[in-house]
């Protein structure tokens, strides 16, 4: 019998925290793998190209306060990685609002009257605090008042979610919106108080070409280093004992099957999914707790226009009931070569279910449905639109919905008793991190794996407070492996 061939340890995904894990086995000189189930590299960070013209999944700000990813950006793509102003706004009731939310933006635009009745909602609000927020509501609410939530949060976040924001938990508002409240935004306004707020930021930096250039570059690095990245390969089995994971299926692009064996595996694929690959099946209630999770998907409708700058901002969200899109990129703000001369690219984001009526439309009543949404709210004419494209993003989004703790706490417990296999990223982790902390928990769990290190990678972004306040501990030594990267 022919023993399977061995790939050494085996990175599932190939977005920002897979290549992060392969850049840094392969700068070890360590023997890895890469398997991507996508045609390209990137995951949710990756570039969608369409006759010359660019889209960026969300729009992925670079900006972090961990020195080595910092630097390892900057090495990765020189004069490429670009410094880019920040604006941002609002679209409520026919107007537009700075956001972050501004004291006085609020004042000049509400009207002196329901500023007054802001603040006494504020008020209450605070005088009625007692115990922490369960729920986004509660966070948000505690710190804006309940009629500012309405006006502000309420419908964007259930357009994003799907669900009311009284079933979204407080994690996630502690997470996306840190330290900001209206009271920093009062004290801000009027020079009281110096606050360092993380979505006050007013540039940040960007690949000339869209994020994907970045993950491209680091693909082709890590091939460099001897860790190939094999696109179109979707891992569907795990093969584990006491001892950890000893082979992994792999189902390549004409559909075969292949058994490999590993010395280890570094995931970013779903975390439900990567717990329903194990061979053998966990136990019931850890099964039941992986098909507990759930994702929010994303639709982005690309809109190419003649119109030259129908707008200055980076992104605009849309707080009007009466359009489905919840937020529009203008990738041109971002950087001008996602465009091409004399033209506008933009991107109207859908926040679905797969299945549900929007996702199932088909791409042309899409793109249709895009260019009447943004004609409606003053954003575009409609008639200058020349060309569209639909781009589906499956689990795009980590849902925070009610006990989703709980289950991520079950499938967490049954993987720390897999020696071997360590978890990382967004749905790695099932937790809503940028891609500084997706890239921060592979190096941690990588080291786990190369030098038999203790890193807990379930300790980067667990709190409000995490890289926003303070130094983070490096326990790579920066220079040690930046040197591998230039």
Known sequence: MVAPPTAGIAVLGAGPAGLTAAHLIGSRGAAGVVFEADSQVGGIAKTVVHDGFRFDLGGHRFFTKVPWVQEMWEQTLGDEFLVRPRLSRIYYRGDYFAYPLRAEDVVRRLGVVETVRCLGSYAAAKMRRTEPPQTFEDWVTARFGSRLYDAFFREYTEKVWGIPGSEIQAEWAAQRIRNLSFWTAVTSALRLKRNHVTSLIEEFHYPRLGPGQMWEKLAARSEKSGVPVRLGHHVTRIVHDESGAHEIEVRGPNGATELIH?????????????????????????????????????????????????FPDNWIYLHDPGTRAGRVQNFGAWSPGMTRPGYTCLGAEYFCFQGDE?????????VELAKRELGKVGLIDPEHVVDGVAIRVPRAYPMYDKGYDDAVATLRSHIASIPN????????LHRYNNQDHSMWTAVLGTLNLLDGATHDVWSVNADAEYLEEGELQDPLGTTEVIATVA
């Open 262 to 310: 590993v010395s280890g595996v570094v995931s970013s694929i779903p975390l439900s999914e990567l717990v329903l690959s194990l061979d053998p099946l966990p136990p019931d209630h850890v099964v039941e707790a992986a098909r507990r999770l759930r994702y929010r998907d994303l639709l982005v409708v690309g809109l190419i226009s003649t119109d030259p700058e129908p």
């Open 358 to 366: 929007t996702w199932s439309l088909p791409d042309h009543a899409l």
């Open 421 to 428: 296999l360590q978890t990382v990223g967004r749905n790695g």
